[in-house]
């Protein structure tokens, strides 16, 4: 499995899908497994920006927590990637016993160093929101249920948003205003991540 090298305070957008392009949520309930493992294992060492769940893989948006707040149980940062390939093995666990299967579920994906940047931040929350409809899975993003789209439209304060950016005005107007812009195509929204990943590695 990939390994997760992640340091105190910094963003990170994680990519992962399946192997071999096989689905990592066959059914409605996994997609409600998944967010349970979440809130689990990486949402005590992270504050989630924006998710996105699709058939065949997924987006995580997320900033790891100062040391000063996590450090009374993650000292170590090797820890804090343990964190997420523990998350991972075990939905991987649940996946391959529900569905009678053995082996890996994961491909190799990616893990990137994101700055905090609030533009950047927002074009990349934008993007993971319109992956279902980018890519072809529904007409309109809006109604796909196992995204934070939704958290940001409505100002859900129960999701798993964090409530720092998902109550501030200025962040979540502009974040609104960037999903508005339905004339992009998966290869416009790429080349920006691109480029956004290229500045700060």
């Known amino acids: ?33 998944f ?8 949402h005590p060492i992270a504050d989630l920006y924006a998710y996105c769940l699709l058939p065949t893989h997924f987006h995580l948006l997320f900033r790891v927590k100062a040391k000063k707040k996590i450090e009374y149980v993650y000292h170590d940062e090797e820890m804090l990637g343990w964190q997420v390939r523990t998350f991972l093995a075990v939905y991987t666990r649940a996946v391959n016993h529900s569905s009678q299967r053995k082996g890996c579920l994961f491909c190799e ?19 993971i929101h319109q992956n279902p409809q980018l890519y072809g899975v529904v007409t309109d993003f809006r109604y796909w ?14 999701s798993l948003i964090s409530k720092d950016l998902l109550l501030n005005p200025e962040y979540r107007a502009k974040v609104l205003a960037l999903q ?11 080349n920006d991540v691109r480029i956004i990943r290229a500045g700060y590695r």
Not at 7 to 16: K, P
Not at 35 to 42: A, E, G, P, Q
Not at 180 to 190: F, I, S, V
Request: net charge positive.
């Open 109 to 127: 994906g990616a893990v990137r160093k994101i700055p905090p940047a609030g533009e950047l931040i927002c074009k990349l929350v934008a993007y």
């Open 35 to 42: 967010l349970d493992l979440y809130r689990k294992y990486l």
């Open 180 to 190: 508005k812009n339905n004339g992009m195509t998966a290869r416009d929204w790429e």
């Open 1 to 33: 499995m990939l390994g997760y090298r992640l340091s105190f305070g910094n963003c990170y957008h994680l990519y992962q899908c399946g192997d071999h392009r096989q689905a990592l949520f066959r059914e409605d309930c996994d997609y409600q497994e």
């Open 145 to 158: 249920p196992y995204s934070s789209c939704f958290a940001y439209l409505r100002q859900d304060r129960r």
